[in-house]
Protein backbone atom coordinates (compact mmCIF):
# COMPACT_ATOMS: atom_id res chain seq x y z
CA UNK A 1 0.00 0.00 0.00
CA UNK A 2 2.26 2.58 1.28
CA UNK A 3 4.64 3.14 -1.51
CA UNK A 4 3.60 0.96 -3.96
CA UNK A 5 0.16 2.26 -4.77
CA UNK A 6 -0.31 5.46 -3.45
CA UNK A 7 2.79 8.04 -2.22
CA UNK A 8 1.62 7.89 1.69
CA UNK A 9 5.39 7.70 2.56
CA UNK A 10 5.74 11.18 2.64
CA UNK A 11 2.25 11.74 5.08
CA UNK A 12 4.22 9.22 7.59
CA UNK A 13 7.52 11.56 6.88
CA UNK A 14 5.13 14.38 8.30
CA UNK A 15 3.53 12.46 10.53
CA UNK A 16 7.16 11.26 12.34
CA UNK A 17 8.44 14.33 11.59
CA UNK A 18 5.77 15.83 14.23
CA UNK A 19 6.12 13.28 16.45
CA UNK A 20 9.71 13.86 16.99
CA UNK A 21 9.54 17.42 17.25
CA UNK A 22 7.23 17.25 20.02
CA UNK A 23 9.84 15.06 21.39
CA UNK A 24 12.26 17.68 21.42
CA UNK A 25 14.04 15.78 18.43
CA UNK A 26 14.52 14.80 14.79
CA UNK A 27 14.76 12.51 12.83
CA UNK A 28 17.65 11.34 10.91
CA UNK A 29 18.03 10.24 7.26
CA UNK A 30 18.69 7.05 8.27
CA UNK A 31 16.43 5.84 10.61
CA UNK A 32 13.60 7.15 7.91
CA UNK A 33 15.39 5.05 5.61
CA UNK A 34 15.09 2.15 8.08
CA UNK A 35 11.70 2.83 9.01
CA UNK A 36 10.14 2.10 5.06
CA UNK A 37 7.97 -0.88 5.56
CA UNK A 38 8.47 -0.90 9.02
CA UNK A 39 5.62 -2.51 11.49
CA UNK A 40 4.50 0.44 14.31
CA UNK A 41 6.40 -1.86 16.82
CA UNK A 42 9.78 -1.48 14.64
CA UNK A 43 8.66 2.16 14.50
CA UNK A 44 8.21 2.92 17.92
CA UNK A 45 11.66 0.96 18.82
CA UNK A 46 13.65 2.50 16.45
CA UNK A 47 12.42 6.13 17.44
CA UNK A 48 12.41 5.78 21.15
CA UNK A 49 16.19 4.56 20.86
CA UNK A 50 17.08 7.89 18.91
CA UNK A 51 14.60 9.80 20.85
CA UNK A 52 16.43 8.27 23.85
CA UNK A 53 13.38 7.98 25.86
CA UNK A 54 12.77 5.15 27.90
CA UNK A 55 11.01 2.48 26.18
CA UNK A 56 8.27 1.60 28.44
CA UNK A 57 5.69 -0.29 26.44
CA UNK A 58 2.46 1.58 27.69
CA UNK A 59 4.29 4.85 26.74
CA UNK A 60 5.01 3.01 23.42
CA UNK A 61 1.57 1.83 22.50
CA UNK A 62 0.51 5.51 23.29
CA UNK A 63 2.57 6.88 20.65
CA UNK A 64 1.29 4.44 18.13
CA UNK A 65 -2.23 5.58 18.76
CA UNK A 66 -1.15 9.15 18.56
CA UNK A 67 0.79 8.29 15.52
CA UNK A 68 -1.67 6.59 13.77
CA UNK A 69 -4.42 9.45 14.28
CA UNK A 70 -1.87 11.94 12.75
CA UNK A 71 -1.40 9.91 10.17
CA UNK A 72 -5.47 8.63 9.31
CA UNK A 73 -5.93 12.66 9.55
CA UNK A 74 -3.31 13.12 6.63
CA UNK A 75 -5.04 10.22 4.80
CA UNK A 76 -8.53 11.47 4.92
CA UNK A 77 -7.19 14.04 2.94
CA UNK A 78 -6.74 12.07 0.50
CA UNK A 79 -3.82 9.91 -0.74
CA UNK A 80 -1.61 10.44 -3.88
CA UNK A 81 -0.62 7.92 -6.03
CA UNK A 82 1.79 6.44 -7.45
CA UNK A 83 2.32 6.60 -11.14
CA UNK A 84 0.51 3.73 -13.37
CA UNK A 85 -0.91 2.14 -9.78
CA UNK A 86 -4.58 3.03 -10.25
CA UNK A 87 -4.59 1.88 -14.08
CA UNK A 88 -2.93 -1.12 -13.03
CA UNK A 89 -5.64 -1.97 -10.65
CA UNK A 90 -8.26 -1.33 -12.76
CA UNK A 91 -6.98 -3.32 -15.84
CA UNK A 92 -6.60 -6.66 -13.20
CA UNK A 93 -10.20 -5.77 -11.71
CA UNK A 94 -11.40 -5.81 -15.51
CA UNK A 95 -9.79 -9.25 -16.34
CA UNK A 96 -11.07 -11.02 -12.95
CA UNK A 97 -7.29 -11.19 -11.60
CA UNK A 98 -7.89 -12.01 -7.79
CA UNK A 99 -5.60 -8.87 -5.26
CA UNK A 100 -4.72 -9.14 -2.01
CA UNK A 101 -3.52 -5.80 -0.30
CA UNK A 102 -0.88 -6.76 1.97
CA UNK A 103 0.48 -4.38 4.50
CA UNK A 104 2.32 -3.83 7.34
CA UNK A 105 -0.02 -0.62 8.38
CA UNK A 106 -2.72 -1.95 11.58
CA UNK A 107 -6.38 -2.61 10.20
CA UNK A 108 -8.20 0.91 12.04
CA UNK A 109 -5.25 2.83 9.54
CA UNK A 110 -5.38 0.90 6.59
CA UNK A 111 -9.11 1.00 6.56
CA UNK A 112 -8.85 5.03 6.37
CA UNK A 113 -6.70 4.44 3.41
CA UNK A 114 -9.11 2.09 1.78
CA UNK A 115 -11.76 4.89 1.68
CA UNK A 116 -9.46 6.79 -0.70
CA UNK A 117 -8.21 3.80 -2.89
CA UNK A 118 -11.00 1.68 -3.18
CA UNK A 119 -11.58 -1.58 -1.55
CA UNK A 120 -13.46 -3.27 -4.55
CA UNK A 121 -10.27 -3.30 -6.20
CA UNK A 122 -9.28 -6.29 -3.58
CA UNK A 123 -10.54 -9.77 -2.97
CA UNK A 124 -8.84 -9.77 0.04
CA UNK A 125 -6.76 -7.67 2.46
CA UNK A 126 -4.11 -8.27 5.09
CA UNK A 127 -2.62 -6.00 7.89
CA UNK A 128 0.10 -5.99 9.99
CA UNK A 129 -1.81 -6.53 13.39
CA UNK A 130 -3.55 -9.45 12.20
CA UNK A 131 -0.82 -11.91 11.64
CA UNK A 132 2.31 -13.22 14.07
CA UNK A 133 4.69 -11.46 12.79
CA UNK A 134 4.75 -8.51 10.58
CA UNK A 135 6.88 -7.79 7.33
CA UNK A 136 9.42 -8.53 6.80
CA UNK A 137 8.68 -11.91 8.07
CA UNK A 138 6.64 -14.15 5.47
CA UNK A 139 3.53 -14.39 7.47
CA UNK A 140 1.39 -11.83 5.96
CA UNK A 141 2.06 -12.88 2.10
CA UNK A 142 1.68 -16.65 3.86
CA UNK A 143 -2.17 -15.15 5.03
CA UNK A 144 -2.83 -13.49 1.70
CA UNK A 145 -2.15 -16.25 -0.29
CA UNK A 146 -3.88 -19.04 1.68
CA UNK A 147 -7.34 -16.62 1.28
CA UNK A 148 -6.99 -15.98 -2.28
CA UNK A 149 -6.70 -20.00 -2.35
CA UNK A 150 -3.78 -20.09 -3.91
CA UNK A 151 0.09 -21.25 -3.78
CA UNK A 152 2.15 -17.92 -2.78
CA UNK A 153 4.76 -19.77 -6.05
CA UNK A 154 1.66 -18.65 -8.06
CA UNK A 155 1.36 -15.07 -7.07
CA UNK A 156 3.25 -12.01 -8.11
CA UNK A 157 3.87 -9.48 -5.04
CA UNK A 158 4.42 -5.88 -6.00
CA UNK A 159 6.57 -4.15 -3.37
CA UNK A 160 8.86 -1.10 -2.90
CA UNK A 161 10.83 -1.74 0.21
CA UNK A 162 13.73 -3.86 1.47
CA UNK A 163 11.09 -5.18 4.35
CA UNK A 164 8.16 -6.02 1.81
CA UNK A 165 10.25 -7.43 -0.69
CA UNK A 166 11.84 -9.74 1.79
CA UNK A 167 8.82 -10.86 3.43
CA UNK A 168 7.20 -11.33 -0.34
CA UNK A 169 10.25 -13.17 -1.52
CA UNK A 170 10.08 -15.11 1.94
CA UNK A 171 6.78 -16.42 1.81
CA UNK A 172 7.80 -17.60 -1.68
CA UNK A 173 6.14 -15.13 -4.34
CA UNK A 174 7.87 -13.56 -7.14
CA UNK A 175 8.37 -10.17 -6.61
CA UNK A 176 7.90 -7.36 -9.04
CA UNK A 177 9.96 -4.19 -6.96
CA UNK A 178 8.99 -0.46 -7.73
CA UNK A 179 11.23 1.40 -5.48
CA UNK A 180 9.75 4.87 -3.94
CA UNK A 181 12.82 6.37 -2.05
CA UNK A 182 14.72 3.44 -0.77
CA UNK A 183 16.69 1.27 -3.12
CA UNK A 184 16.00 -1.99 -3.26
CA UNK A 185 18.99 -5.33 -4.14
CA UNK A 186 18.33 -7.36 -7.05
CA UNK A 187 17.88 -11.19 -6.46
CA UNK A 188 16.59 -14.49 -8.22
CA UNK A 189 13.24 -14.05 -7.10
CA UNK A 190 12.77 -10.38 -7.82
CA UNK A 191 12.41 -7.93 -10.98
CA UNK A 192 12.62 -4.18 -10.92
CA UNK A 193 10.61 -1.22 -12.68
CA UNK A 194 10.96 2.27 -12.52
CA UNK A 195 7.26 2.23 -12.45
CA UNK A 196 4.06 0.52 -12.99
CA UNK A 197 3.33 3.26 -15.77
CA UNK A 198 5.73 1.66 -17.52
CA UNK A 199 3.49 -1.81 -17.57
CA UNK A 200 0.70 -3.56 -18.96
CA UNK A 201 -1.21 -6.97 -17.57
CA UNK A 202 1.06 -8.83 -19.80
CA UNK A 203 3.96 -7.85 -18.43
CA UNK A 204 3.33 -8.88 -14.94
CA UNK A 205 2.45 -12.54 -16.88
CA UNK A 206 5.34 -12.29 -18.65
CA UNK A 207 7.83 -11.07 -15.52
CA UNK A 208 6.14 -14.30 -13.18
CA UNK A 209 7.10 -16.30 -15.76
CA UNK A 210 10.76 -15.44 -16.56
CA UNK A 211 11.16 -15.76 -12.33
CA UNK A 212 8.98 -19.27 -12.46
CA UNK A 213 11.81 -20.55 -15.31
CA UNK A 214 14.82 -19.53 -13.80
CA UNK A 215 13.58 -20.72 -10.60
CA UNK A 216 13.64 -23.86 -12.00
CA UNK A 217 16.09 -24.03 -13.52
CA UNK A 218 18.12 -23.01 -10.72
CA UNK A 219 16.94 -25.71 -8.87
CA UNK A 220 17.22 -28.61 -11.35
Known amino acids: MDGTLVDSEKLWDVSLSAFYESHGGAMSRETRTALVGAS???????????????????????????????????????????????????ALVAEGTPM??????????????????????????????????????????????????????DCLAVEDSVTGTAAAEGAGCAVLVVPNDVPVPGGLRRRHADSLAELEVADLRRIHGEIDRELREHTA
Open 40 to 90: AEETMVIAYAELGLEPDPDAMAESIVRLHDHTAELFDDGLPWCDGAREMLE
Open 100 to 153: ALVTNTQRALAERALNSIGRHYFSVSVCGDEVPNGKPAPDPYLRAAELLGLDPA
